[in-house]
């Protein structure tokens, strides 16, 4: 695999993923080696799953999970079911977890799995058959001291209830500390389903701040309306905050005023989708992302904020509920034009630091309070949040370059210390 890619005709997560580990590295002083080691996966497995449909067909599906790195300690991150996910898109998936997982200061490396299906084509006992075949499948390659798999795009607490379950067959007794993101009634944390949307708004109303908005006085667009979005939409909302659009894949809806996100979550309830929403206007799906607002939370797929239409992004604050919604070109546009980054490797932490909550708790066999998971969330997302922001005013650099510095180093200081085998 050609490494350092020359500039991209067209940008992918894995050319952006490494793009910004080159600045990083860069920026440390390290060499060609350090970004070789650090670039390349320790560990990827690509796997057939052979599905058994409803009509009695079979269907293969392609399945895969990548280990990024395990300096820190076991590999952590996603799994997403989506029609087009690919080897490459698992690798930068992959990689932004190890870089989160160290600048939150978890005890983890970074993984990401996927499997090539369309969930919404699937009906509940393929999904699960699915799932099941595709964790036996990677099942010699994960566990609690090994890889963490939790939900991601397409996935949610059902699916990782089917991977400990599975898991713990094979093994003959319960293994609850296999996957996190789980039902309660597995040992699932509290505040776990809506962690990574408090942990955006938290770092929102941050930023917010930082440029002397209120909450009181702000507006928001939310592209995405999945776990992610929906929640992030709710709690801006709830912090004073006017959501005047949010988007899902059918569309986008649009009100000037605001929009009243508990009868759009009751609209969604019904109808699996923000179109239709009679308290707004449609818009097209796409407009959520140059509205005047001063909040945009990209919540949905990588890439989405490019070249094309970065100069149209009117929001002074872009805060990544996604992974790798901004390419490195839209990147370079935002920044000349003074708009703020948060990035995702700080802006979606919530939710693996709550997943390490989740596995602390497995592993204690101890249920901590709500209260306790979202203080400790609050002060540990907030905290890299401090110390991204005085990184970045000390170096003279980008949020999202202060952020991948912090994290790289403390990824090549573990590297060092442990020293190369043999
Ligand atoms: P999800 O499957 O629950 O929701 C995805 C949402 O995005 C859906 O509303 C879908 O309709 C919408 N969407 C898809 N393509 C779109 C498009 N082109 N335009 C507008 N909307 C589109 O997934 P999720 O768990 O909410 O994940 C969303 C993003 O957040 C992903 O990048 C994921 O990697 C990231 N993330 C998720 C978590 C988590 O805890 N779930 C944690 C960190 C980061």
């Not at 020359?6 to 990083?24: K, Y």
């Not at 930068?92 to 160290?102: E, H």
Request: with cysteine.
């Amino acid at each position: 695999m050609l490494l350092d890619s020359p500039p991209a005709v067209q940008a992918t997560p894995l050319l952006d993923a490494h793009a910004q580990l080159r600045g990083a590295v860069d920026a440390l002083g390290y060499g060609e080696d350090v970004f070789q080691m650090l670039a390349t996966p320790r560990r990827e497995l690509s796997v057939a799953v052979p599905l058994r449909t409803d009509a009695g067909g079979i269907m293969t599906l392609r399945g895969y999970r990548v280990q990024h790195n395990f300096s820190r300690g076991p590999a952590k991150g996603g799994l997403r079911f989506s029609p087009g996910v690919d080897l490459d898109e698992v690798r930068a998936l992959a990689m932004w977890m190890t870089w989160k997982c160290a600048l939150v200061d978890l005890p983890y490396g970074g993984a990401k799995g996927g499997l090539a299906i369309d969930p919404s084509e699937h009906s509940t006992a393929e999904l699960e058959r699915a799932t099941r075949r595709y964790t036996s499948e990677i099942l010699p390659i994960i566990g609690p001291e090994r890889d963490v798999p939790a939900p991601d795009i397409g996935t949610d607490e059902q699916t990782m209830a089917w991977i400990m379950d599975t898991y713990s067959a094979n093994h003959g007794y319960t293994v609850p500390g296999v996957v996190t993101g789980k039902p309660l009634s597995l040992g699932g944390s509290l505040g776990r389903a809506t962690a990574t949307s408090r942990g955006v708004a938290l770092v929102a109303l941050a930023a917010l701040e930082h440029i002397g908005i209120g909450a009181g006085g702000a507006t928001a667009s939310v592209q995405g309306y999945g776990k992610v979005g929906r929640a992030a939409a709710r709690f801006l909302a709830e912090a004073g905050v006017r959501v005047v659009a949010v988007s899902d894949r059918f569309g986008g809806i649009h009100r000037t005023a605001g929009l009243d996100v508990q009868a759009l979550e009751r609209h969604v309830d019904l109808h699996g989708t923000v179109r239709g929403f009679d308290g707004g206007d449609s818009i097209d799906g796409a407009d959520v992302l140059t509205l005047e607002v001063d909040l945009l939370v990209p919540a949905a797929v990588e890439g989405v904020i490019n070249e094309t239409n970065a100069r149209n992004v009117l929001a002074r604050v872009v805060v990544e509920g996604a992974n790798g919604p901004t390419t490195t070109a839209a990147d370079a546009i935002l920044a000349e034009r003074g708009t703020l980054v948060v990035p995702d490797i700080l802006a979606n932490s919530g939710g693996v630091i709550v997943s390490y909550f989740e596995w602390a708790q497995a592993n204690q066999t101890y249920r901590w309070a709500l209260e306790t998971v979202e203080d400790r969330l609050r002060t540990r997302i907030l905290a890299a949040w401090t110390e991204v922001l005085d990184a970045s005013q000390r170096r003279g650099t980008s949020l999202r370059r202060a952020a991948m510095t912090i994290a790289v180093e403390r990824v090549y200081d573990a590297h060092r210390s442990r020293g190369l085998y043999p």
